[in-house]
T-cell receptor, first 115, second 112 residues
Framework: EPEVTQTPSHQVTQMGQEVILRCVPI?????FYWYRQILGQKVEFLVS????????KSEIFDDQFSVERPDGSNFTLKIRSTKLEDSAMYFC?????????????FGEGSWLTVV | QKEVEQNSGPLSVPEGAIASLNCTYS??????FFWYRQYSGKSPELIMF????GDKEDGRFTAQLNKASQYVSLLIRDSQPSDSATYLC????????????FGQGTELSVKP
């Protein structure tokens, strides 16, 4: 069964360092997303991406964050200068459409620890 | 602020019983409603979605939606210990496709 794959599964980084999280969405999907979940808290929407541009972004997704689809398969989330509060599980997701009833499939997540 | 509220639990039921999970949402314009299951340290796994008032059944799972009351629920029949997980309610708008607003999740424990 097709799945969203993410790398790395776990990354530890120093505060202030740049981090890139990578994702390979399901191949025939057109819409891509990043969500995050701080330990013990809700899953939160960060950004959605379609046709090589951001469709929507949340208040969390400030200038420190950026997304890119550098080739036909990868979708990346970059955090420019990490803060302690960026420590979270980051989930990439994809969906085939945006229609009502659209189903969104999540990757296994990348655990980011900022020290 | 669009909110999705769930009882955080834990909800404990004996094996074979019906587990009932509830969710309310604040945005009347919400159009699609999802239930995800999340095991500790894992990603959300879609169980089912519903967007019309009424019931939708899939195997042991039934989702119920009442838009007038802004209420959605998930029933799990014949609960199994493997159903023990956190159940996430998520709400979305099709014209904001992908922007799901999640509830805090309800922790379900099924005791053998």
């Amino acid at each position: 069964e097709p799945e969203v794959t993410q790398t790395p599964s776990h990354q530890v980084t120093q505060m202030g360092q740049e981090v890139i999280l990578r994702c390979v969405p399901i191949s025939n999907h057109l819409y891509f997303y990043w969500y995050r979940q701080i330990l013990g808290q809700k899953v939160e929407f960060l950004v959605s991406f379609y046709n090589n541009e951001i469709s929507e972004k949340s208040e969390i997704f400030d200038d420190q964050f950026s997304v890119e689809r550098p080739d036909g398969s990868n979708f990346t989330l970059k955090i420019r200068s990490t803060k302690l509060e960026d420590s979270a599980m980051y989930f990439c997701a994809s969906s085939p459409t945006r229609d009502i009833g659209n189903t969104i499939y999540f990757g296994e997540g990348s655990w980011l620890t900022v020290v | 602020q669009k909110e999705v509220e769930q009882n955080s639990g834990p909800l404990s039921v004996p094996e074979g019983a019906i587990a009932s999970l509830n969710c309310t949402y604040s945005d009347r314009g919400s159009q699609s409603f999802f239930w995800y299951r999340q095991y500790s340290g894992k990603s959300p796994e879609l169980i089912m979605f519903i967007y019309s008032n009424g019931d939708k059944e899939d195997g042991r799972f039934t989702a119920q939606l009442n838009k007038a009351s802004q209420y959605v629920s998930l029933l799990i029949r014949d609960s199994q210990p493997s159903d023990s997980a956190t159940y996430l309610c998520a709400v979305g708008h099709y014209n904001q496709g992908g922007k799901l607003i999640f509830g805090q999740g309800t922790e379900l424990s099924v005791k053998p």
